[in-house]
């Protein structure tokens, strides 16, 4: 019995080691399997497209400046042309801000670290104490991680041209090199200047993600309809645009006759006045009203002094 009983065990735990080798086989090799590594491999290719995207335009600035390889990254980022990165990167990004506002970072990191350090510690004195040799120190690596100088200066550099992106595109739109994206940039701040008001931060960053890698989504699935309705405004706005020119033309060239025609009066109104002022002259003074009879007869006669009995000699008439 304990023999059939062992026999049947073993046949037993064969069969179960048999079922689950073909389960496996099955799921491994099944079309879900597959369908997951032509996914990841997918996803894969799509990430080193992406990767080699960065590259200098060649299209310069308004300003002749080359921009930076960020430019070419972020526009194929955000133009769902990798719609697997596109999306993880979206996800990742939104993850990173609910963890900044759910959890806290800070304060689990130094529980991690205290954590870590005191474990480390622990297992060495132990190891000294009860062994003679620490167990920290048989894990220790035999020389000491560290950075080479090709990692530190593609990091600050990589650094540099990821700053110097944010630093010409805020240039870029404030000085309206591209007016739409000026435009978009000048409703969002003053949307996000009274949703401020309202909304946290994070949501703010929440909301902006969204906008920066859902509109371009809508727009390229949406193309020929939304680029119908914006041609269709454009056409209404130049006619608006164009009257308003037209109407401003006729007013301006109204004004500048009825401004001519005054001048014109007030300049031989002005040449009237002086022409007269400049021939003017004195008249006679026979044709004035006071007469020579009107004056006394001068005398003709001198003046005696009796005091010092001097004639005077007669003054000539």
Same mark, same amino acid.
């Given at each position: 019995?304990?023999?059939?009983?062992?026999?049947?065990?073993?046949y037993?735990?064969?069969?179960?080691?048999?079922?689950?080798?073909a389960?496996?086989?099955?799921?491994?090799?099944?079309?879900?399997?597959?369908?997951?590594?032509?996914?990841?491999?997918?996803?894969?290719?799509?990430?080193?497209?992406?990767?080699?995207?960065?590259?200098?335009?060649?299209?310069?600035a308004?300003?002749?400046?080359?921009l930076?390889?960020?430019?070419?990254?972020?526009?194929?980022?955000?133009?769902?042309?990798?719609?697997?990165?596109?999306?993880?990167?979206?996800?990742?990004?939104?993850a @990173?801000? *609910?963890? !900044?506002?759910? +959890?806290?970072?800070?304060?689990?990191? =130094?529980?991690?670290?205290?954590?870590?350090? #005191?474990?480390?510690?622990?297992?060495?004195?132990?190891?000294?104490?009860?062994?003679?040799?620490?167990?920290?120190?048989?894990?220790?690596?035999?020389?000491?991680?560290?950075?080479?100088?090709?990692?530190?200066?593609?990091?600050?550099?990589?650094?540099?041209e990821?700053?110097?992106?944010?630093?010409?595109e805020?240039?870029r739109i404030?000085?309206?090199e591209?007016?739409?994206?000026?435009?978009?940039?000048?409703?969002?701040?003053?949307?996000?200047?009274?949703?401020?008001?309202?909304?946290?931060?994070?949501?703010?960053?929440?909301?902006?993600?969204? @906008?920066? *890698?859902? !509109?371009?989504l +809508?727009y390229?699935s949406?193309?020929? =309809?939304?680029?119908?309705?914006?041609q269709? #405004?454009?056409?209404?706005?130049?006619?608006?645009?164009?009257?308003?020119r037209?109407?401003?033309?006729?007013?301006?060239?109204?004004?500048?006759?009825?401004?001519?025609?005054?001048?014109?009066?007030?300049?031989?109104?002005?040449?009237?006045?002086?022409?007269?002022?400049?021939?003017?002259?004195?008249?006679?003074?026979?044709?004035?009203?006071?007469?020579?009879?009107?004056?006394?007869?001068?005398?003709?006669?001198?003046?005696?002094?009796?005091?010092?009995?001097i004639?005077q000699?007669?003054l000539?008439?």
């Open positions: 019995m304990a023999t059939d009983s062992s026999a049947n065990g073993g037993s735990v064969d069969t179960l080691k048999g079922n689950a080798q389960a496996y086989s099955q799921l491994a090799n099944g079309p879900v399997a597959a369908n997951m590594k032509d996914q990841t491999a997918k996803t894969g290719a799509e990430f080193s497209n992406l990767a080699d995207s960065r590259r200098t335009p060649s299209k310069p308004a300003t002749g400046q080359p930076t390889h960020y430019h070419s990254f972020f526009s194929e980022l955000l133009s769902w042309n990798n719609p697997r990165a596109s999306a993880i990167a979206y996800a990742g990004i939104v @990173v801000i *609910f963890s !900044a506002r759910y +959890i806290d970072i800070v304060r689990y990191f =130094l529980k991690f670290t205290w954590m870590a350090l #005191g474990t480390t510690v622990l297992a060495e004195v132990a190891g000294k104490t009860i062994l003679g040799s620490g167990l920290a120190s048989q894990v220790r690596p035999r020389k000491y991680y560290t950075l080479s100088r090709e990692t530190i200066d593609a990091a600050i550099g990589d650094v540099h990821l700053v110097n992106f944010f630093v010409i805020a240039q404030f000085f309206a591209n007016v739409p994206a000026s435009v978009t940039a000048c409703i969002g701040a003053l949307i996000s200047y009274y949703l401020v008001k309202i909304v946290p931060y994070w949501g703010l960053a929440l909301i902006g993600t969204t @906008v920066l *890698f859902l !509109a371009p +809508i390229s949406n193309q020929e =309809l939304i680029d119908h309705y914006v269709e #405004g454009s056409n209404v706005l130049n006619s608006q645009t164009e009257q308003l037209q109407v401003a033309s006729k007013h301006t060239s109204q004004a500048t006759e009825i401004t001519k025609q005054y001048m014109g009066d007030y300049t031989a109104k002005a040449q009237s006045m002086l022409h007269r002022g400049g021939s003017a002259s004195p008249e006679p003074a026979s044709k004035s009203n006071i007469k020579e009879a009107d004056f006394p007869e001068a005398p003709k006669q001198g003046f005696k002094t009796e005091a010092d009995g004639k000699e007669p000539a008439a």
